[in-house]
């Protein structure tokens, strides 16, 4: 499977066909032209050494000589922007590349709507705007953090190849955000950059912002998993922040989405390749039950419930990455035109949403409840929505291919409510199906829906590295076609053996 062409569009689309040259003379390749502002250039420059340490330290584990077949963006070019070769992780050209500036942009949202685009930080909104900025550059160093041990039970070269790339990729996003932190935010930007490095994933007195970045990604089908829900909310958020009438943060989000669909794709084929993997051995062992579970799990692959569970988890911590259903935050990022809707430009309404209101569930004495609620608080509500809808697209793609092998069992995405900390539902126990429960039997029904230690257990044991050239461990099918169509036996990572 190629990479999915709704994602290179969607990424295309908010592109102009202007090419920017980016210049890789500099210590930081940009297309910024950093070299004109000294003193952006020198705290930049000044930050690179720390952000080294900090991947040296947290960036993958045990592979930072190994020589990695990784892109590297060489321009802003939708139809041609990266180039590929080997290239040991340290040494990747981290910089700072915007979308080409759109000339005449205007506001698209909230009561600024029409009036040109911000080129400097609105006084009045600095410090929404920054914490906006300093939100979203804390995931994408985070993802690396939770994804630092996976290197060593890669299931080939190929994936191995993957994982490195969406995480030098996280790197460049870190750094895109803190170019706009340190160019507009003075002293107070150049420290938040300073945090950005010093916060940890799953650290208890120094943690990351949002809660799914505090998880464990334990296993390589935790990262598939995550990269197919979890960088989905990546593209949300950036296609909302995209939106932006602070034109800086718009152009950066704008290149951010062109990189984020190779991890969607990721994730998608990851998933979808576990899938294949299990029909195929389930066809082979003459097994047509989905259900027949230690059967199943002796062909080394993984049964289709295991998977469910391990979806419902992400699907859910990732739901609560949205923020409350109803946020005044949200209301106020939306009306002084920081962060737009999805595809806000697409949608036919004023784009300011003062008298709007907007459908959202809820609990109330214990019922579910469709409350309709001033739009402009709602705007969590909508982008979660937005996100439920665009995951089912991957998720009807893996169900075609269980279909097609005969086998009765369809992924579902579960009800809304189900297993969240954070907004409406957080105090509620909800099943998968969508009943209201009790806390006794919520417990009772866990098991069934989110995976128990048995369940990690057995996907642990199947955790192990595969590093000979075209080789693949036995829960994982191998890809359609290369990376950059390379052949099927190529040495996508050389691992240096010290
Ligand atoms: N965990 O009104 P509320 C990505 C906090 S992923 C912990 O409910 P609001 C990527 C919230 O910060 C995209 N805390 O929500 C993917 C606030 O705290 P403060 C990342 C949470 O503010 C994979 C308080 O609760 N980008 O790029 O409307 C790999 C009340 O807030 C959580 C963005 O998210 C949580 N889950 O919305 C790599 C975009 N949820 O400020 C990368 C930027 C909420 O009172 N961020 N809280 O201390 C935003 O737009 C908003 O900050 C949020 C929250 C949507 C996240």
């Known amino acids: 499977m190629s ?82 070769g080997h290239v040991k992780m340290p040494e990747y050209r981290w910089g700072i590349l915007l979308a080409p500036k759109e000339e005449g942009r205007t506001i698209p949202c909230g009561r600024h709507k029409g009036e040109p685009a911000w080129q400097e930080v609105p006084g009045e909104y600095r410090s929404l705007l920054r914490r906006l900025i300093v939100v979203q550059g804390d995931t994408e160093p985070a993802s690396v953090e939770q994804q630092r041990f996976l290197g060593a039970t890669a299931p080939s070269l190929y994936d ?38 010093e916060r940890r994933s799953g650290q208890q007195d120094n943690p990351r912002i949002l809660g799914a970045f505090n998880e464990r990604t334990p296993d390589w089908l935790s990262f598939f998993m995550f990269t197919y829900f979890t960088d989905r909310d990546g593209k949300m958020q950036l296609a909302a922040l995209a939106q932006s009438g602070f034109d800086p943060l718009s152009r950066s989000c704008r290149f951010m989405l062109t990189e984020e669909a ?17 029909c195929l051995a389930m066809k082979a062992a003459g097994i047509t039950d989905p259900y027949a579970r230690d059967a199943i799990r002796k062909l080394g692959v993984i049964d289709l419930p295991t998977l469910q569970k391990k979806a419902n988890f992400h699907m859910s911590v990732t739901r609560d990455l949205f923020g409350s259903e109803i946020s005044s935050n949200a209301a106020s990022a939306f009306s002084t035109g920081l962060k737009g809707r999805f595809n806000e430009t697409a949608i036919n309404d004023d784009h300011q949403l003062e008298d709007a209101t907007y459908a959202v569930l809820r609990v109330i004495d214990g019922k579910f409840v469709t409350e309709d609620v001033p739009a402009l608080r709602a705007i969590n509500s909508r982008l979660l929505d937005d996100y439920i809808t665009d995951c089912q697209g991957g998720i009807d793609r893996w169900n075609k291919v269980i279909e097609k092998s005969g086998i009765a069992f369809q992924f579902k995405q579960p009800h809304k409510a189900f297993n969240r900390r954070i907004g409406e539902f957080a105090e509620a126990h909800v099943s998968p199906a969508g009943e209201l429960l009790s806390a006794d039997a919520w417990n009772a029904g866990k098991s069934d829906w989110l995976c128990s230690d048995d369940d990690h257990t057995f996907i642990n044991s199947l955790m192990k590295p595969c590093t000979a050239p075209g080789q693949y461990a036995s829960w994982i099918a191998p890809p359609r076609v290369g990376i950059n169509n390379q052949p099927k036996d190529f040495e996508y990572v050389r691992i240096e053996h010290a």
């Open 3 to 84: 990479e999915p062409t709704e994602l290179v569009e969607d990424a295309a689309a908010i592109q102009s066909n202007a090419f920017v040259a980016v210049s890789y003379d500099d210590l930081i390749p940009n297309n910024v032209d950093l070299s004109s502002d000294k003193q952006l250039q020198r705290a930049l420059e000044a930050w690179q050494p720390a952000y080294l340490d900090w991947w040296k330290d947290m960036g993958p584990d045990g592979f930072q000589n190994a020589d990695v077949y990784l892109r590297t963006a060489v321009g802003v070019d939708p139809s041609g922007w990266a180039k590929f």
């Open 262 to 278: 190779h991890h969607l794709f990721v994730g998608e084929t990851g998933v979808g390749r576990t899938i294949e993997a299990t």
């Open 160 to 197: 191995m190849r993957n994982l490195f790339q969406v995480n030098v990729e996280e790197g460049r996003h870190l750094w895109a955000m803190v170019y706009l932190l340190v160019k507009y935010f003075g002293r107070d930007g150049r420290e938040e950059a300073q945090a950005l490095l």
